[in-house]
């Protein structure tokens, strides 16, 4: 689909009205006034007027748009008034983003017949608005603002608001627990294989990416000088997440010595309120390193069939068997993991209605603690984005049935959603949300996902999130830290990385003048 976006009364936003063009149309090629399409018209011309009546604190937004007439030349127009000022506390700039987003989706809206659930909302983290949100107004009064400012529907604001409830019976002190405490994350870059649509920094254990032994040697190095810091700072751990990758690719002997090397050089780990091993790959886990993770005390693992048909399982490079997914869950319970969560992803290949009821009815032999229901996302660097030909999914409208199928069951199962975000090219515009019993949240993923405390991120591809309170607009503001994606440049790099980090820790919880 070929659109040309006119604007009149303003010459920015590009990237914020392209994505909500996206919304509508997966394959939208949008271009601006000052630029033409070289091979004929565009199918779709869209032209959004803005007028601002700062005397009277209003904006108004136009948007008209037109089919070319070679195939039927059919117009929509429509119009959106609002007050510049804004009850979300955003700058002027801001108001005028949301306000030409609502002028473009309401015709957007009448052009196709698709309704946006989300409204003009496009971020990864909704819940994080709906906390800022929280600190201001009681939740039903959140409600209604997601409503008439971001055109998000009852049902959507509706789960913003029980989710974010949720998390602050589960934590308390979310607000504040960044004054005391970080969370760490360690990434361990490596993979049986690597599965179509994944762009985590993930590699084959036994490629050539750089030696598992030198990056072990370096994730020592970063735990040790990290916990060094942690100590002299006086800041405590509230969670410890092992992701990658996959954590479990390494052997149990590995594990053991990275568990000792924590348990050495981390202050408080007694007081560590949860300890988490991604061990996603069924074809990972062994007896021996389920027996490291009881000795070390790890509270919750998760194992992640994402499909329980086997020949998704094999379209999308996923080297293990549904029938080894549940034989290494029950492994895990037999040896006393009693935290366990699974992932599940709604459209993957060749995938409907049929398969998402068979993936659950086998789901339901195993009820795990938490359940996290994925929607699939063609990201930009994954094999399956690449080669999207091949992978046939369906339609929106199926994507949508099959996520109302996936609500319905959890609820009936007793699971009640504690976090959610979603992703850029995402089915059915829809969200990824985490579903548990009542006390086995993860609270990791909390913390990770409303960006309420400083997450260090040690090894192989791991970001570290560094917030800082901001006490004047009662929000945060995070700085990224990536550490090197491939192992062979970690390996180079550790200590490089290290200092670094430590540094920008230092500034942000005001200890210059300590002495690394």
């Excluded at 801001?94 to 003009?120: C, D, F, I, N």
């Excluded at 308390?172 to 760490?184: A, F, Q």
């Excluded at 059915?428 to 993923?445: A, D, R």
Aim: glycine share 8%; proline share 4%.
């Amino acid at each position: 689909m070929r659109i040309r976006i006119e604007r009149v009364g303003f010459a920015d936003f590009d990237m914020d009205l392209f994505h909500l063009c996206k919304l509508f149309y997966d394959e939208a090629d949008v271009r601006f006034e000052d630029r033409t399409f070289e091979d004929g018209e565009p199918d779709l011309t869209i032209r959004i007027g803005l007028e601002t009546d700062d005397a009277n604190d209003r904006i108004r937004v136009s948007a008209e748009a037109t089919v070319s007439p070679s195939t039927g030349g059919q117009s929509w127009d429509g119009s959106y008034e609002r007050t510049l000022s804004s009850r979300t506390g955003d700058d002027p700039r801001r108001s005028l983003k949301r306000a030409l987003g609502a002028g473009l989706v309401k015709v957007l809206e009448q052009a196709t017949g698709l309704a946006q659930p989300w409204g003009t909302l496009t971020g990864v983290r909704p819940t994080k608005l709906m906390h800022n949100l929280l600190l201001q107004y009681e939740a039903e009064e959140a409600q209604r603002i997601l409503q008439d400012e971001y055109f998000v529907t009852t049902e959507k604001a509706s789960l913003l608001s029980e989710v974010a409830v949720r998390q602050l019976k589960v934590i308390p002190d979310l607000y504040t627990i960044n004054e005391k405490e970080v969370s760490v994350y360690i990434g361990i870059p490596f993979c049986p294989t690597k599965c179509a649509y994944c762009t985590f920094p993930a590699y084959d254990i036994r490629g050539n990416n750089g030696s598992v032994e030198a990056f072990l040697e370096g994730l020592h190095y970063e735990i040790r000088e990290t916990g060094r810091w942690l100590k002299a700072a006086g800041l405590g751990i509230t969670t410890i997440y092992w992701g990658g990758g996959t954590p479990t690719s390494i052997e149990a002997e590995q594990m053991d010595a990275l568990f000792e090397t924590l348990h050495a050089s981390f202050p408080g780990m007694d007081r560590v309120r949860e300890l988490t091993v991604e061990a996603g790959r069924p074809d990972t886990i062994t007896p021996e390193k389920l027996q490291v993770m009881r000795k070390w005390n790890v509270d919750r693992i998760s194992i992640n069939p994402q499909s329980f048909t086997q020949q998704t399982l094999d379209t999308i490079g996923r080297h293990h068997t549904v029938e080894e997914t549940v034989e290494k869950f029950l492994l895990s319970r037999s040896m006393g993991l009693d935290n366990i969560n699974m992932d599940l992803i709604i459209g993957l290949p060749n995938e409907g209605l049929k398969e998402l009821r068979h993936t659950l009815d086998e789901t339901e032999k195993l009820l795990p603690e938490s359940l996290t229901v994925h929607t699939l996302s063609f990201k930009r660097a994954s094999k399956m984005t690449k080669n999207r030909d091949k992978y046939e999914v369906a339609e929106r409208d199926e994507i949508r049935a099959m996520m109302e199928e996936a609500i319905e069951w959890t609820a009936k199962h007793g699971y009640a959603p504690y976090y959610l975000y979603r992703q850029k090219n995402i089915l059915g515009n829809l969200e990824n949300v985490g579903y548990s019993l009542q006390g086995k949240e993860s609270l990791y993923n909390i913390l990770m996902m409303e960006e309420r405390q400083t997450v260090v991120g040690l090894g192989c591809g791991a970001v570290s999130k560094v917030v800082y309170p901001d006490e004047t607009e009662g929000r945060d503001s995070v700085e990224r830290f990536p550490n090197p994606k491939e192992p062979y440049h970690y390996n180079q790099a550790f200590r490089e990385y290290t200092e670094k980090k430590l540094d920008l820790l230092q500034r942000a919880y005001g200890k210059e003048s300590m002495k690394l």
